[in-house]
């Protein structure tokens, strides 16, 4: 089992820029997948980017260019910078961790309110 607790988010102007961080309750090095989801008002959540546990990264095409996933396996947290933020980028964002089908187990952190206003 894996606890995810998300932190960072808040209120930043358009091309502002905001860090996030979620932190496991345990080793996050083996861990299959983790990512980071963003649900806006009315909208279904979806998937923003995504790290393996070797290293290789996915993003959805919006946050291309703007937003990096990484993480520190050492302090068992996963990041998401973000950059140039726009309007369209408000939402709650969410932290992931999925075991993977050997292990199983898929995990959701509480949630840390992104607003990106003038």
């Known amino acids: 089992q894996v606890q995810l607790v998300e932190s960072g988010g808040g209120l930043v102007q358009p091309g502002g820029s905001l860090r996030l961080s979620c932190a496991a309750s345990r080793s996050i090095f083996s861990i299959y997948v983790m990512g980071w989801y963003r649900q806006a008002p009315g909208k279904q959540r979806e998937l923003v980017a995504f790290i393996f546990s070797g290293g290789s990264t996915n993003y959805t095409d919006s946050v291309k260019g703007r937003f990096t996933i990484s993480k520190d396996n050492a302090k068992n947290t996963l990041y998401l910078q973000m950059n140039s933020l726009k309007p369209e980028d408000t939402a709650v964002y969410y932290c992931?961790?999925?075991?993977?089908?050997?292990?199983?187990?898929?995990?959701w952190g509480q949630g840390t309110q992104v607003t990106v206003s003038s």
């Open positions: 992931n961790a999925d075991l993977g089908p050997l292990v199983g187990g898929n995990y």
